[in-house]
């Protein structure tokens, strides 16, 4: 069975930053389109940020500029830079990776931004 395994969230202030990471040891990433979604209590989940297995990015409009993901295909994990949080940015983040066949989605990591 295919896990990805996400980590990094937590509890930061307004106005800060947190690093996401998304790995597995099941598939290789370079494969895929990768992406963040995130949950807020009483909302859909909603699309973040993707990058493709080609190396292009988007963005929903309400993180550009703000958050960046990356991936780094020697160690099979992708990245969402989070900065300049706020309490509307608090959800829960999840790690997806696709192909036309295939669809797989992580566990989930907290990220609240609250003083």
């Known amino acids: 069975q295919v896990q990805l395994v996400e980590s990094g969230g937590g509890l930061v202030q307004p106005g800060g930053s947190l690093r996401l990471s998304c790995a597995s040891s099941r598939i290789s990433f370079s494969m895929y389109n990768m992406g963040w979604y995130r949950q807020a209590p009483g909302k859909q989940r909603e699309l973040v940020a993707v990058i493709i297995s080609g190396g292009s990015t988007n963005y929903a409009d309400s993180v550009k500029g703000r958050f960046t993901i990356s991936r780094d295909n020697a160690k099979n994990t992708v990245y969402l830079q989070m900065n300049s949080l706020t309490p509307e940015d608090t959800a829960v983040y999840y790690c997806?990776?696709?192909?036309?066949?295939?669809?797989?989605w992580g566990q989930g990591t907290q990220v609240t931004v609250s003083s």
């Open positions: 997806n990776a696709r192909t036309f066949r295939n669809d797989y």
